[in-house]
């Protein structure tokens, strides 16, 4: 597939870039600044700025889907789903937060006592967005939100797939790698299991 990555730059997205590109897809990679972004076969590297729609409009036209790996505490939610419909690309996925999963009917993570108080601007962010796409009439859009721990790690191709619940392993803990979740994003890229939904991935 032909298609664009926005955050190209970052953690999670230079992780969803190499799955992207290990698989042959062609992938135009946005950032703000694309000077750090290393030159590999199927990549073209673009500056641009997820929060001037207009800008980010004709940076999306004639792709497959764009995928955002933005920052939820400093993206203009809004307006990039605008930009996504305004372009005529057909799908949008979004890698999500773990703040905005249930950890017991109607209550959510980031809603619990310990959640810590310096992630609440992301994951209030991540639940905003959320929200706006549940109420998006038109867009085919998924929303992938990683386990409660999501660091680097083993590409080891093994995890469960849910729904809206946090999942947790027999020890309770909540995790999953970065590399293991790159592999879902383009998973669900190639064979769309998800549309207008959100869904979670955990060991």
Do not use: C
């Not at 992780?15 to 992938?27: D, F, M, N, P, T």
């Not at 929060?51 to 497959?64: A, C, I, K, V």
């Not at 605008?82 to 809603?111: C, D, H, I, Q």
Request: no cysteine; proline share 6%.
């Amino acid at each position: 597939m032909n298609v664009v990555l926005l955050g190209v730059s970052g953690r999670v997205g230079s992780r969803v870039l190499s799955e992207l590109l290990q698989r042959g897809h062609k992938v135009t990679g946005i950032a703000r600044d694309t000077g750090k972004v290393a030159a590999r076969p199927g990549l073209a590297p673009r500056n641009g700025d997820a929060n001037d729609p207009s800008q980010l409009t004709r940076l999306l036209e004639g792709h497959d889907a764009v995928l955002s790996a933005l920052k939820f505490a400093t993206t203009d939610a809004a307006a990039l789903i605008g930009a996504v419909k305004a372009s005529g690309v057909p799908r949008l996925l979004v890698v999500g937060g773990a703040g905005s999963l249930e950890v017991a009917p109607g209550k959510l993570l980031l809603n619990t006592p310990d959640f810590p108080a310096a992630w609440m601007p992301e994951a209030a962010g991540g639940l905003r967005f959320l929200d706006l796409l549940r109420a998006e009439p038109v867009l085919d859009w998924t929303f992938l939100s990683p386990s409660a721990e999501f660091d680097p790690g083993a590409r080891t191709g093994r995890f469960r797939v849910g729904s809206d619940t946090l999942l947790a392993d027999a020890n309770g803990r909540s995790w999953i790698s970065m590399e293991d979740y790159a592999i879902a994003f383009v998973d669900e890229l190639e064979h769309p299991r998800h549309s207008r939904a959100r869904f979670t991935v955990g060991y």
